[in-house]
């Protein structure tokens, strides 16, 4: 069965089976590692995604913390001057929000803004004054600074249609004193009239006959006899404006309520549809990011955390709240205004200046991000059931940078992932440590796994936090994972190639044992053949005396012949089991030479060849431990392979000589004059079996075992053999120590 199954099977079959056997191994093995790989980046990365949501928590908390703080602002702080102490105390001292740098912790702020209910605009860096600004203690040249940030607050609001240019009386007077033709002008009668008013107001706050005055719970001043300006010039115009300056009143502060109209989330979607804003690095959809570990389940548990995080936030900051706002009149006459200056900025009105208590609601802060680019927070205030507006212009990428980007940069989420910055789908910025730059220009240089994303607390619920993860870590156990990976591939791919090899080898062996019993048998048989024809004719007395030393000398030689085939079978046999018997003696190399002579001079003639011995004299006194016999039997291998391959040779003979090889070796050289060896059988002609010639078509005899022998048994007398092709013929070098 087995010699059967050897005798089908092939070298191509036999690399079909073990590349079968490869893959079944290979496959199992490779899914294992691979979902043993997996469970380990699955597990990171739901580390970087635990790491994600606590640094999220971190940042909301962060954001809510800073609109805390603006929300406890009472609703006096966004005028210049403020009541210090109990009201009754008639202190005065100048806003925390009238420096020119306010004392907030919102970072990347442009400035606060009052909007009142006429759609006047406001801030709390300049007081509402007549132009004396050296009784508030503003150098000239601060004072102009203040008023280039008003502008600029002013130019960014009327940019974003959030106050009418035309309806901001309460600049400086000098600043409504230039604007007041062209507001005239541009305007209807109405708007004119409302303009008038305004102005007339600021006039007659201006002049000095008029005395102190104070302001009811309508905004309008009060003279000392109770006469109001206001009354009379409300008395001249009630029959011609006073329905078009009540509409025009509730559409002063339109343009924040079509902002909140635009927050409403049926809106935030339609409108995400349109075109990239200016300000948008590219969508939140061009995002390369990949969902490959999402969990549907851990989702809508995220979800109910989310909005439990929400629902204590809003606890936490409340709703609308009321107070008792105290504010100064504003004086009649420059003369008894009260002095303040950068050394002490809170003194007592010598003048007394009268207070005005009030009520106001105020409600929480709502958030948005304008068309140029800036964020704004504002609120709606009541005050003797007039809506007011207060807010404050924040730069939106300082914001950011200064809020998040340095909590970011101090994790290790930094170096393995991007933070993108989102409002309603437009990417504002995107954040990393992989690049020279924290701070990336283009939403396309972000990709991978998408690791968390989720919206801040209210107000700031537009604004949504993306963190992607680029790289995951996969840690010691993904280390090992990765080695024991490659270890078993290795492991795998060399066991392949040696069962290859080892498969190859016996089918080669199996194949040249077959080889071997076909010529041992054609060896064998030839021989005996001969001998019992020749011995049959000798008995019957069939040959003449002339013939009969022939007959006996052919039955004598092949014989012979069959003796050495034997010896070698059985030479080879004892090899195989180790049990080479080696009795190395000392000799010389002139009866060794003499020992050659002998044992292959026959042989060489028999087939009509030359033996030609050659030795250099200065070497024949030398000797070697060496065992004769074995000795022996590699030259007549080698004579004998000498005298097959060259019997067509145009120069029958064999030449045999020894030389000094150095100082301490001598070499035996057996030389042939047939057709030599191919270079590509040069390294195999030593393999046990191997044989040149098909055993089919051969011309040869040889069993393929008698160069294997000499390889050996050369071995094993501590000598080496070589082979070398001349021109022509080949030559045999056979390299002993010498010992003398």
Known sequence: MKARLLKQLDKKHLKIILAGFFLALFIPTSLLVYQTYDQIKWEAYHQQRQL?????????????NLIIKEETRAFAEYSFLNIAGEPSANFLQRSPLSNLTPQTDLPGIIGYFQIDYEGHFTTPILPDTNGNIAGYGIPEAEYTERQQQQHRVLDILSANALVKPDRTARLTTQDAAETKPAAIEASDASDAIVASDALATSEMAASPSLGEFSTDSSGQALLDGGLTEGDALSSVQESTASDKSKADKNKSQSGFDELARKQAPGRRAEEAEETNAPYSLGKVDDLK?????????????????????????????????????????????????????????????????????FESEVDPFEFSLLQSGQFVLYRKAWRNEHRYIQGILVESKSFLQDTINPVFQDTTLAKLSDLSIAYNGDILSVFSSRRSSSYLSRTSQVEGELLYRTRLSPPFSDVEIIFSAHDLPIGPGGRIITWTAMVLFVILFAGFLLMYRMGARQLSLASQQQDFVSAVSHELKTPLTSIRMYGEMLREGWATEEKKKSYYDFIYYESERLSRLIQ?????????????????????????????????????????????????????????????????????????????????????????????????????????????????????????????????????????????????????????????????????VITFPVID
């Open 52 to 64: 994600a949501e606590e640094l999220a928590t971190r940042i909301d908390n962060k954001f809510v």
């Open 289 to 357: 990011l990949k969902q490959q570990y999402a969990d549907s389940e851990r989702a809508k548990k995220e979800d109910k955390a989310k909005q439990r995080r929400k629902e204590k936030t809003q606890k936490k900051r409340g709703g609308k709240r009321k107070e008792k706002t105290a504010l100064p009149e504003q004086r009649a006459s420059p003369k008894s205004e009260p002095v303040y200056d950068d050394r002490d900025s809170q003194r007592k009105d010598n003048a007394s200046a009268k207070i005005e208590i």
């Open 568 to 732: 070698n079978i059985l030479q080879l046999a004892r090899m195989t089991r180790n049990d080479l018997n080696i009795e190395a003696g000392t000799i010389g190399i002139a009866e060794l030479m003499d020992t050659i002579r002998s044992k292959v001079s026959s042989q060489v003639e028999r087939n009509n060849f030359e033996l030609h011995l050659d030795c250099d004299e200065k070497i024949l006194a030398k000797k070697l431990e060496i065992d004769t016999d074995y000795f022996s039997q590699i030259i007549i291998n080698l004579v004998d392979n000498a005298i097959k391959f060259s019997s067509d040779a145009q120069k029958k003979q064999i030449d045999i000589k020894c030389s000094l090889q150095g100082t301490d070796k001598v070499s035996f050289h057996i030389r042939d004059y047939g057709p030599g060896i191919e270079k590509s059988q040069l390294k195999k002609i030593f393999t046990l079996f191997y044989r040149t010639e098909n055993e089919l078509t051969r011309k040869t005899v040889g069993t393929g075992i008698g160069l294997a022998l000499v390889h050996q048994l050369t071995r094993a007398l501590n000598g080496e053999i070589d082979v070398i092709n001349m021109q022509p013929g080949a030559e045999f």
